[in-house]
């Protein structure tokens, strides 16, 4: 019985030194000793969650940074690309892409005007009323109609008005003074009548006479017809049908069309360069053209020496041909040309495009490549633009068609690339 309980504290003993042992830097061997099966299974365990951990952290890592390192090379590549703009060449040709090679230039100094284009002295005539009547138009008649000089415009009637028709009166007047002159003539023979009272009668006749066959050239049972006083176009018609008009009132006005005027109003503050002024363009609202006065005849006639009463500009007076559809009485955009400027670096206006108020061109890199560069603009005459920045000599600019490249530049954007896990 005492070798039993002797065995039992020893193994209590034992199992307690075991415990203590487990604590200490050798534990794993000594729970390894004193729990072998349990521990070798617990060391396989170990190994496969460490393995586990092996693969699904670091060699999940290894992949991410390999899918990381293929972003970068993507990111480069649009980089390398995002400022060139491709445009096949056939697609250029079609879409009418004209490209110059930038060169440093001759270039005006440049005053942005308003004004208006008026009918030159001489080149236009009004015609007038010759009775008092009703106005009946001859045909059909609009502005802007071709006449020759003698055409018939209106018929003017009195025969419904109070005073009746003015050619019968004139008719009886005529006739009348006719008579008395010729009785007056024979009377004069035998001293009858003074000289005096016979140059009455000899003046009152030829008055008459006058006034009869003024009226009586263009009468006809419709009326008195009025005539153009030149060959031209209708201008302004200035009644209507039906209008009562007196004797002297404006009808119609005719113009020739043949030499025009443009009026530049400056401000006061361009007057010391009013000096240098020699030519000018100018752009008209119709047709949104730019005509070039030395492509026209034109000269510069006179510009004010004062500012109007009621105005704070001065008049810039210019005249030319009128080789184009220009609508005398139409206001104008006018850009006065004074002083040249040597070595500017200039483009056509079409080759610019606008942006929230800034301005680029495009410059060609290859035979379908093309970049966006932005321009610091200059001076201005209405065709072409100088450039301040932006554009050096020798560049190759789109001068016409920018816009079908900037089109083409929003088509061909590179989408930022993006990966969802």
């Known amino acids: 019985m005492k070798k039993i309980i002797f065995l039992g ?51 999940h890592d290894h992949g991410a940074e390999g899918h990381e390192g293929h972003d970068h090379g993507n990111e480069a590549a649009a980089n390398s690309h995002s400022d060139e703009i491709i445009f096949p060449k056939e697609k250029a040709d079609a879409a009418g892409i004209k490209v110059s090679e930038i060169k440093p230039g001759s270039f005006q100094q440049v005053i942005k005007t308003s004004g208006k284009v008026l009918a030159a002295q001489g080149d236009e005539s009004v015609a007038v009323a010759t009775v008092a009547g009703v106005v009946k138009f001859r045909g059909k008649v609009t502005e802007g109609m071709n006449v020759g000089k003698g055409s018939p415009l209106v018929s003017i009637s009195s025969s419904n008005i109070a005073e009746g028709d003015p050619v019968q009166r004139a008719r009886i007047a005529y006739d009348v003074s006719k008579k008395e002159y010729e009785r007056m003539k024979e009377l004069l023979k035998s001293k009858i009548v003074s000289d005096k009272e016979f140059a009455q009668a000899e003046q009152t006749y030829q008055n008459a006479r006058i006034s009869y066959e003024a ?13 153009s006083p030149i060959g031209g176009y209708v201008k302004s018609i ?50 949104n053209k730019v005509y070039e006065l030395k492509e026209l005849n034109g000269r510069l006639l006179s510009f004010g020496k004062a500012a109007g009463d009621n105005s704070y500009y001065i008049p810039v007076t210019f005249e030319f041909d009128n080789k184009g559809d220009i609508l005398p009485g139409s206001y104008v955009e006018i850009y006065l040309l004074s002083s040249a400027m040597e070595q500017v670096i200039s483009v056509p206006r079409a080759a610019l495009t606008e942006e929230q108020g800034h301005f680029f061109a495009y410059q060609q890199l290859d035979e379908e490549g093309y970049k966006k560069v932005e321009v610091t603009l200059g001076a201005d005459n209405g065709k072409s633009v100088q450039i301040l920045s932006g554009i050096s000599s020798g560049d190759r600019i789109v001068t016409q068609g920018a816009y079908q490249i900037r089109l083409a530049s929003a088509s061909n954007a590179i989408p930022a690339h993006s990966h969802e896990h």
């Open 9 to 59: 504290v020893l193994g209590l003993f034992l199992l307690g030194s075991c415990n203590s042992k487990s604590g200490s830097a050798n534990s794993s061997e000594g729970h390894a000793n004193c729990t072998g099966t349990h521990d070798h299974e617990g060391d396989n365990h170990e190994g496969h969650d460490h393995g586990s951990e092996g693969h699904d952290h670091e060699g």
């Open 215 to 227: 009226l009586a050239q263009n009468h006809s049972a419709a009326g008195q017809t009025i005539t």
């Open 238 to 287: 200035l009644v209507k049908e039906g209008d009562y008009v007196t004797i002297g009132q404006p009808l119609m006005s005719i113009t020739q069309n043949r030499r025009l005027f443009l009026r530049a109003e400056v401000s006061e503050k361009y007057y010391a360069s009013l000096r240098s002024i020699g030519s000018a363009n100018f752009r008209t609202p119709y047709d």
